[in-house]
C-alpha cells in the first residue's frame, strides 16, 4: 500500500473515522431502555448520528439534538434540528432554548440520555443576561482568530452561558441522567468537551477575563460587565450534578491506534507522537519535519518504512486574510521545512470534516507540493504568512474532502517515510 503513498495516507484517515462513528461504536455503552419516561437531548456535530444510532437500539424515543447544518439524521422520534459552527446562530439560539424547558419538565423517575460530540459549544447557545446573541458571536469569532487552545476558549464560554459548565444537566435535576460523550479535547477531560454542559466547572469568571487578558482577546462591553457579575456555572459538588453519569466512549487515541494496527498491517513502523498534541500549527509542523528529516537521514533504500502518527487540537493564530485552519496550515508549513524531500508525504485532516472555517477536512503533501505552486506560480510562502493554506491547496488540487463525517476526534496527521 505505501507504493502510493496518498492513497494510503487516506485510508489511514479514513480508518481513523470509521472507527469513531457512532453507527459502530455507541452501542456498547448504551445500557437498556429504561422504564418510564426517556428524554433524549445532545449537542454536537456528532450528535445526529448518535441519535440514530441510540434509535437503532431504542426505538423512536422524545428529545432534541441539536447539530451543525449539513449534519443532521434521519430520527424516528428524537427531533434534529440544525444550526450554524463555530459562530452561533439563530437556530441555535432557540434549539438551546427549547431544549432547556423540555429538560425542565423532567421529574423524578424519568431519565435523561444526553449526547455530546464536538461542535456543542456553538451549538448550545443561551447567553447570559445582558449579552446578546450578536455580542455572543463577536466573542466565538475572536476566540477562534486569538490562537487560544480550545479548553481557555470553553472557560470563556462556559461563564457567558446559561448552558454550558454543568448548567444543562442541573436544569434536568431531579432525574437521572447519562451522559454519552464524543472527546474532541486534548486530555479528553468532560469538562472541556462541548464546553462541559453535564459536568460540574471549577473555573472562575476570573479565569475567564485572564484568558481574555492573555490573548489579546478584545470583546464587546456587555461581555466585560457581565463576566464582573457572579457566573451560573455549576459547582462539581452541587447536589443537582448527584444523579449525572458522564462517559466518554469515544476519543481520538482509539481511531490513532486503530489507524497504526492498519499501518503495521502494510509494513510500516509506527511512531506514536500522542493523542493530544497542541500549538500553533506552523510550530509543530516544523517540529515533525525535523523529526521525519532525521528518521530520513538514517535510512537506506529498502529499509521499512516510518510512520509518524499524532492527534490533538493544534491553533492557528489568524494574521492574515484566509481562514486559518490548522490541518492545512500544519501541511503547508511542513511542505516548506521539508523542501521537497524525497520519499515524504504527509496527511493532516479533522475527523468531523472540517478544518477551521472550511469545508474542507484537509490536505495531503508529498516532494512534488512546492514544484506544483510553482509552475503554477504561486507563493507557499505568502499564503502561510496570509493564513490562506485552504486556497493553496485548492489550488494545487491537494486538498482532502470528505464532507460530513458524523463524528468528531480531532485533529488527525500521519507523515510517512520511505528509504526508497
Known sequence: MTNDPDRFLRQLFDRAVEVADPMRSLKAFLPPKPEGRVIVVGAGKASARMAEAVEAEWGPCEGLVITRYGYARPCRGIEIVEAAHPVPDEAGLVATRRMLDLLATAKEGDFVLALISGGASALLVQPVEGVSLADKQAVNAALLA??????????????????????????????????????????????????????????????????????????????????????????????????????????????????????????????????????EARAVAAAQAEQALAIKAKMKPGDTPALLLSGGELTVTRRGKGVGGPNAEFCLALALALKGAEDIHAIACDTDGVDGAAEVAGAVIGPDTLGRAQSLGLDPEKALAENDAHSFFGAIDRQVVTGPTLTNVNDFRAILIRGD
Open 146 to 279: 486569538s490562537g487560544a487552545p480550545i479548553d481557555r476558549m470553553n472557560t470563556v464560554r462556559k461563564h457567558l452561558s446559561r448552558v454550558k459548565g454543568g448548567q444543562l444537566a442541573a436544569t434536568a435535576y431531579p432525574a437521572r441522567m447519562l451522559a454519552l460523550m464524543i472527546s474532541d479535547v486534548p486530555g479528553d477531560d468532560p469538562a472541556f468537551i462541548g464546553s462541559g454542559p453535564t459536568v460540574g466547572e471549577r473555573s472562575t469568571r476570573e479565569d475567564a477575563l485572564d484568558v481574555l487578558r492573555r490573548w489579546k482577546i478584545e470583546v464587546p462591553a456587555s461581555v466585560r460587565e457581565a463576566l464582573d457579575r457572579p457566573s451560573g456555572v455549576i459547582a462539581p459538588g452541587d447536589p443537582r450534578l448527584s444523579r449525572v453519569e458522564n462517559i466518554i466512549y469515544a476519543a481520538p487515541r482509539q481511531s490513532l491506534n486503530a489507524a497504526a494496527a492498519l499501518a503495521e498491517q502494510a509494513g510500516c513502523a509506527v511512531h506514536m507522537l500522542g493523542d493530544s498534541l497542541e500549538g
